[in-house]
């Protein structure tokens, strides 16, 4: 299975400073049509995952800006320019080249 | 609207079975992938199966290979996951999704919990 290795796992950040979320996978995540199936999801308290980017760094409809996926083959980031206080929450990288499908451990971001 | 409501979780015992049910709606069902994906009390996420529109491909995780068995009804557009043998360790949230490569689309449920313990 592919692991997926997500680093911090705990980030607390001031409020409108920028934040940063590393994702790391043991094998490419480039599939054989092409495209590297990279999806980053924000689970909020209590609530469902939503995701936030498909393919690397395509955001999804009704997400702020603040919000850029970035990276290639084995190697991607989820960056925050400023994070507001509804950021709060777990991020999690998923790959969705190789099944099983997997998912990093999750990155909790708290306010500092 | 898209809607995927998950139901039948609750307590079970070790060993025993419990079948979930997901009801969609606001999307047409049997053109769509349909996955369960599962998440224990403070843990991280685990895909757990998934099924072709046709229900003609099945996949699942390692884990519960040999006891789980992920169903459709595309007349009622609904989803299963009948899970026999159950262990401590499959205690979770199990969510009802219907994510996307690259599509527009990405949809979960608000989902239901699992709980085996004696």
């Known amino acids: 299975d592919v692991v997926m290795t997500q680093s911090p796992l705990s980030l607390p950040v001031t409020l409108g400073q920028p934040a940063s979320i590393s994702c790391r996978s043991s094998q490419s995540l480039v599939h054989s049509d092409g495209n590297t199936y990279l999806n980053w999801y924000q689970q909020r308290p209590g609530r469902s995952p939503r995701r936030l980017s498909q393919k690397v760094s395509n955001r999804d409809s009704g997400v702020p800006d603040r919000f850029s996926g970035s990276g290639s083959g084995t190697d991607f980031t989820l960056k925050i320019s400023r994070v507001e206080a509804e950021d709060v929450g777990v991020y999690y990288c998923?790959?969705?080249?190789?099944?099983?499908?997997?998912f990093g451990q999750g990155t909790k971001l708290e306010i500092k | 609207e898209v809607q995927l409501v998950e139901s039948g979780g609750g307590l079970v015992q070790p060993g025993g079975s419990l079948r979930l049910s997901c009801a969609a709606s606001g999307f047409t069902f049997s053109n769509y992938w349909m996955n369960w994906v599962r998440q224990a009390p403070g843990k991280g996420l685990e895909w757990v199966a998934n099924?072709?529109?046709?229900?003609?491909?099945?996949n699942y995780v390692d884990s519960v290979k040999g006891r789980f068995t992920i169903s459709r009804d595309n007349a009622k557009n609904s989803l299963f996951l009948q899970m026999n043998s159950l262990r401590a360790e499959d205690t979770a949230v199990y969510y009802c999704?219907?994510?996307?490569?690259?599509?527009?689309?990405?949809?979960w449920g608000q989902g239901t919990l699992v709980t085996v313990s004696s």
């Open positions: 999704a219907r994510p996307s490569r690259g599509a527009t689309y990405d949809d």
């Open positions: 998923m790959q969705y080249t190789h099944w099983p499908y997997t």
């Open positions: 099924i072709k529109p046709d229900g003609s491909e099945k």
